[in-house]
């Protein structure tokens, strides 16, 4: 393994003058969506190999896909003309040979039963039973993948030469776009404004010490029954992000826009009768959403992959692995430093075959504050890193208990 860690001679992306832009997908963008059913079925196979037969077996669930239906909302309510459909996609054990003897996987059961759960879980207004159809094409894995598969208390074999990469620590500007989403998305915020649906994706872009917030968020139209409904119910999520911003970004001026699509005059409003825009032709795919930092950070240098994390198998996928992985290094690194490592990028390399713990190369990457010892940061970053790449076992039980996050 190639293990290096570099001094960054960049200015901090605080202290940068080229603009930043920052993006998260909301839990009921459907992206997101597809995000969630494909690592939910992924635990939910791995929970039933391992109750059934001590241990995970082959599987990446990774191409989940939900496709958009035809809607007519109104104000006050509305009709679902055809129904969305969630539909996963991948490959997965369904047969195990034991003492002679072939068990089958109960595949579709573990979909159809996991999705719908997911849905129930996401949103307070799309009924899973009546308002979706929920299908299946998982079928068994290559043999050359399989056989690399270990799911053996053993150092597991690289599935892929692949990548991942992370970051620590956010920049005020990705705070207040994760945080945003996170508000608007629990349940004390959707108690108080029924109407914003769980749709929602937040934008953000800074320029010196001005941010502006644009928020899209799908509106629920047996919560708004007129427009004057909808209007207050618009401003309610402005004045929410606008709250959290003076008490999270203080240093910052933050402007905040919400549904800047709407044109009031012409009756033309984000408005959907289950709270996603997948109700009306809205399409959503594992991997164009969130990374593994729960962003997309297209700017100033953070490291983006297009890995996605969701559904891949926790046993051996790097391009799962490390790119939750990366991310606790990071963050890791920033703690343990104490202020002296502004910020810290980390890049993990797999090859195909060998041990996950002993990357092809890991390149670790430290802007240091002003006179901190960088010979101590560079033992610490090395330290922490490996300890972590040997620790594939509690990041394994994070990913199956849904600790780790994916997108």
């Known amino acids: ?227 004057s409904a909808y209007v207050n119910a618009r401003n309610e999520v402005k004045s929410a992000v606008e709250e959290l911003a003076a008490k999270l970004i203080p240093n910052k001026t933050v402007k905040v826009s919400v549904n800047t699509g709407d044109i009031d005059e012409n009756n033309v409003f984000f408005l959907t009768i289950t709270g996603t825009s997948a109700e009306n032709g809205d399409d959503g795919v594992v991997g164009r959403g969130n990374r593994a930092s729960g962003l997309i950070t297209p700017t100033n240098g953070r490291p983006q992959t297009l890995e996605a994390a969701a559904g891949k198998n926790p046993i051996n996928h790097v391009g799962k692995i490390y790119s939750i992985m990366s991310n606790e290094i990071a963050n890791k690194i920033v703690d343990a430093a104490k202020g002296d490592a502004i910020e810290v990028y980390v890049r993990l390399l797999s090859q195909i075959g060998h041990p996950i713990n002993d990357p092809w190369l890991g390149d670790i990457e430290i802007k240091p504050a002003p006179n901190a010892d960088f010979k101590k940061l560079e033992k610490l970053a090395k330290e922490t890193a490996q300890a972590t790449l040997d620790d594939w076992m509690g990041i394994r039980k994070k990913i199956m208990e849904g600790k780790a996050r994916i997108w």
């Open 1 to 227: 393994m190639v293990l290096k860690v570099t001094k960054s001679t960049a200015p901090p992306i605080e202290k940068s003058e080229s603009p930043e832009m920052v993006e998260r997908k909301g839990k009921g963008h459907p992206d997101s969506v597809a995000d969630e059913c494909a690592e939910a079925i992924s635990r939910a196979l791995s929970k039933y190999y391992l109750e059934n037969f001590g241990q995970v077996y082959h599987h990446n669930v990774d191409k989940f896909a939900v496709i958009g239906g035809i809607a007519k909302p109104k104000f006050g309510g509305g009709d679902i003309i055809e129904l969305q459909k969630l539909l996963a996609i991948g490959r997965a054990t369904d047969q195990v040979m034991i003492d002679g003897k072939i068990s089958f996987i109960p595949i579709g059961t573990i979909v159809v039963t996991t999705v719908r759960d997911v849905i129930k879980k996401t949103f307070k207004n799309l009924n899973p039973d009546t308002q979706c159809i929920i299908d299946h094409v998982l079928r068994p894995g290559s043999l050359d993948l399989v056989g690399v598969f270990n799911a053996a208390e053993t150092v597991p074999l690289a599935n892929d030469t692949s990548f991942g990469v992370g970051f620590a620590p956010y920049s005020d500007a990705e705070k207040i776009t994760l945080e945003a989403e996170l508000l608007l998305n629990n349940d004390k915020f959707k108690k108080k404004c029924p109407a914003s649906g769980e749709d929602i994706k937040v934008m953000t872009h800074r320029v010196g010490k001005e941010i502006n917030v644009t928020v899209c968020n799908a509106m629920v139209s047996k919560y708004c029954p007129d427009k």
